[in-house]
């Protein structure tokens, strides 16, 4: 898929859930409660051991769901985890070599920027959109739209201390794009295969987002 429409769909879809799969038999039931709540995109962060074949679980066994990659720190692990089938691409920070590889080999990247120096280094690659985490510890919205005064062409992918009680005010501002977290599939209701408060959680995000929104 073309990384614009990728990025397109995540201004849709308004949320991109940062999931941490354990056990990979919780793979596929996480992504059919997302999807439930209508959630049709979703990261699965390198973070555990089973990350690659939970990734390639999702994409050959969920159809709808658009799959990617979070807490990508090197080159390797990026194009191991497009391997597997993620077709986007999250990183806590910014590498320039993971976002020139995805940038010359068209698979959308969201790298994390939160100075402007780190926004420019993005931008002088071509990138629209940058994660801005963790976006709680700096500044918040009120930074988020002091940078985007200054970086007019740049929209920004919050995640880090954004919770239920705190999207609306994200989501009003049209330099966001979405919304980005674990509060709608925590690691715990994963492991205790909660899958019907991931719905519940994740319907009332997306409302509380679109709502906000208008
Ligand atoms: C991330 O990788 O973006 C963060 O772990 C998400 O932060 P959260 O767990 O506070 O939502």
Redesign the pocket.
Known sequence: MESDIILQRMEKTGLVP?VVIENVEDAVPTAKALLEGGIDMM?I?FRTACAKDAIAKVKNEVPGMLVGA??ILDIRQAKEAVSAGAEFI?S?GFSEEVVRWCVENKIATVPGCVTPTEIMAARALGLSVV?F??A?LFGGIKAIKTLSGVFRDMRFLP?????LDNISEFAAESCIVAI????VCTSKDIREHNFETITKLSRESVEKIHAARV
């Not at 995640?159 to 919770?163: I, L």
């Not at 980005?180 to 509060?183: C, V």
């Open positions: 940062v990261e962060t979070g807490t999250v806590p994660k985490f963790p709680n995640t880090g201390g954004v919770n980005g977290g674990s509060f």
